[in-house]
């Protein structure tokens, strides 16, 4: 084990961010944070397009900043270029590329375990998105396609004949991106679509109108198999469609496995459990972000969380 820290922060997105910031600001000098990514906020890097647009809130919320991060809406580039700011302004440890593998306390004293080493802490705060772990349908995918079913963009080349799967607005972007080089169907469960932002609304009916993608609204898959090589994908309504590639995009889940690993202690429908400063039962151990909010997590959420952390950790302090 290394140097002891007064907080270590487990999570490179907002909410770390936010959480290292504050507690410079506040009076916190000693802090890690750890990220198992090659660089911060990788939920934006890997999943954003270019010049993709990032909401300060989320669906239709106005929330009022509490802290010391002043963020508003922006861009990709320019979300990740104010981040680099914050952090390049603070002296702030970070560990890169270094996966948490396990969270222990002993006596007062926080024991964090990596992939690359060891450290101790007064504090931890977990603040880990959800996207990581893309949601999966509940029917079977066939592993003979795992090279044709994907959770991002990573393997979408041109001129193929694709479905993308969701309702949200990272499916939505994904469908007009690839319809400017692809054959591309947007299939959504539900009859109309209830948590796009008002620019992504706009666009997918225009496309839509102008044929130059195809939405498949009102029906789910219910099946997936193997023809030949391709994705034939089966539909409520009793029609199937074989397609070149099949690209999900229904969201994230809570890293339940990785939570237990901290010590974070779960409810009967296996969330997290913690009060109302965001703290588990775990004294001294927090959650920030994603993993902290029912549903709809945003940027402005989670560094309200980071805020509200911090100043509770010192006011335990003083204590």
Do not use: W
Request: net charge negative; with cysteine.
């Amino acid at each position: 084990m290394q140097q002891m820290y007064d907080m270590v922060i487990i999570g490179g997105g907002p909410g770390g961010i936010g959480a290292a910031v504050e507690a410079k600001v506040l009076g916190i000098n000693s802090i890690l944070m750890i990220e198992k990514g090659d660089n911060h906020s990788q939920t934006i890097r890997k999943f954003y397009k270019d010049n993709k647009r990032v909401d300060k809130n989320y669906k239709g919320q106005e929330i009022e900043l509490h802290g010391n991060v002043d963020f508003t809406d922006g861009t990709k580039e320019s979300t990740l270029n104010y981040f680099d700011s914050l952090l390049d302004h603070d002296e702030i440890d970070t560990a890169f590329n270094s996966e948490v593998e396990s969270v222990t306390k002993v006596d007062n004293e926080f024991q964090i375990v990596t992939t690359k080493a060891g450290y101790r802490a007064k504090n931890v705060i977990v603040a880990i998105g959800t996207m990581g772990k893309p949601n999966k349908p509940d029917y079977i995918l066939p592993i003979s396609l795992k090279e044709r079913i994907n959770f991002n963009l990573d393997k979408c080349s041109q001129g193929e004949k694709l479905l993308l799967v969701g309702g949200g607005n990272s499916a939505v972007e994904y469908a007009i991106e690839l319809s400017k080089t692809n054959n591309v169907t947007l299939n959504y469960r539900k009859d109309t679509f209830s948590r796009l932002n008002d620019i992504n609304l706009k666009l997918i009916h225009e496309y839509n109108g102008q044929e130059k993608l195809r939405l498949r609204l009102g029906m789910d898959i219910v099946s997936v198999e193997n023809e030949n090589g391709l994705v034939k994908v089966n539909f409520t309504d009793g029609y199937y469609t074989i397609y070149d590639r099949v690209v999900y995009a229904i969201g994230g889940t809570t890293p339940v496995d990785f939570l237990r690993k901290c010590g974070i202690t779960l409810d009967a429908e296996g969330k997290p459990e913690f009060d109302e400063n965001f703290e588990t039962k775990m004294q001294g151990l927090y959650l920030a972000g994603d993993i902290a909010v029912k549903s709809g997590g945003s940027i402005a959420i989670a560094l309200n969380h980071a805020y509200h952390i911090i100043s509770h950790m010192l006011k335990n302090k003083k204590n």
